[in-house]
Nanobody, 119 residues
Framework: QVQLVESGGGLVQPGGSLRLSCAAS????????MGWYRQAPGKQRELVAH???????NYADSVKGRFTISKDNAKNTAYLQMNSLKPEDTAVYYC?????????????WGQGTQVTVSS
């Protein structure tokens, strides 16, 4: 059992910044991948960024150069630093954790945090 709790969302002006946090608790394996996804109204949920235990990262093209994902393995916490925010970044942002058991891969999701970029 794993629980993820996001925080840090809110309303910001275009060009502003936010830092999202995701704290994982429960049966967390030492090797896992954490990531951030977002879903805007009427659109599919999409990957924003993910990071492995070893620090390998991947970003959506739309956020490259603006967002930075990081992870504190000891604290099982992931972060998403979002700079130069645009109105099109407005979405509910969800934290995700993936880890593999002997039987299957497991995905866990947070409840989401709203990010609104508007003037």
């Amino acid at each position: 059992q794993v629980q993820l709790v996001e925080s840090g969302g809110g309303l910001v002006q275009p060009g502003g910044s936010l830092r999202l946090s995701c704290a994982a608790s429960g049966s967390i394996f030492s090797i896992n991948t954490m990531g951030w996804y977002r879903q805007a109204p009427g659109k599919q949920r999409e990957l924003v960024a993910h990071i492995t235990t070893g620090g390998s990262t991947n970003y959506a093209d739309s956020v490259k150069g603006r967002f930075t994902i990081s992870k504190d393995n000891a604290k099982n916490t992931a972060y998403l630093q979002m700079n130069s925010l645009k109105p099109e970044d407005t979405a509910v942002y969800y934290c995700n954790l993936q880890q593999v058991t002997a039987y299957r891969s497991n995905n866990y999701w947070g409840q989401g945090t709203q990010v609104t970029v508007s003037s």
